[in-house]
């Protein structure tokens, strides 16, 4: 009986030990293909053809790119372009707005790097040029992006009749405002530039910003893997990009469902 117990003990322990080495390279190779399938979808991801660092730096000619549009005349205060994609999905919006007595003007649309700079340099230049270099180009920031990392150099983003605050606080304003914030995402527009209650950095709100999420989101993915520092240059307060975070806090600094 005794044979018998020890026996069975060595059959049980071998069949244990057998078990769990099988088992061992069956999990492994499991873990293996799992992180196979994920290289291969990783690989498999390709950006569109035309995106490139030129393009998201605003250092291409959108005027003659058969991706862009000019807005139509009624429902813009100017010859503006944005891509058609956002055209579209902006048309939708419009429609559905006009039948709850809304309606929408783009004021604003794509800035290459040269329209961003002229704006940066007007304030640089003039509007604040009596203040130190530091505090003018803060000062700036408030409002205006640095040339390189503007969001209207997508073509995904848009201004709405208006660019002050206050319009959108009462009256005709705020009930285009607040239909806007019931309603924008379902045509896939969000602010970026929100309330900064909640601890977002960067910029001031902005009411009368709207960014088509479906492309602007893409494009700060391939911003932030491939933009660094060093590209946000040509243009006077350049230099001090760095200690300000502009990227961590301005570029990033955004609404989180734009992220």
Known sequence: MGIYKILKTAILSLFFIVTVFSCKPKKA???????SKKNQLKKAFRYPNYLNKNYILGKFDYMNSNNFVIVPKDLSNKKIYIRKEVLVAFLKMQTAAKEDGISFKIISGTRSFAHQK????????????????????????LFSAMPTTS????GTDIDLNNLTNSYFTKGKGLNEYNWLLKNASKFGFYQPYASKKEGRTGYEEEKWHWSYKPLSQLYLKYYNEHISIEDITGFDGSKYSKNLQIINKYVHGINSELK
């Open 29 to 35: 190779q499991n873990e293996n293909l799992l992180l």
């Open 118 to 141: 002229r704006i940066w340099d007007y304030k640089w230049n003039s509007k604040y040029k009596d203040l130190p270099p530091l505090e003018r180009v803060q000062k700036i920031l």
């Open 151 to 154: 969001r209207h150099h997508w």
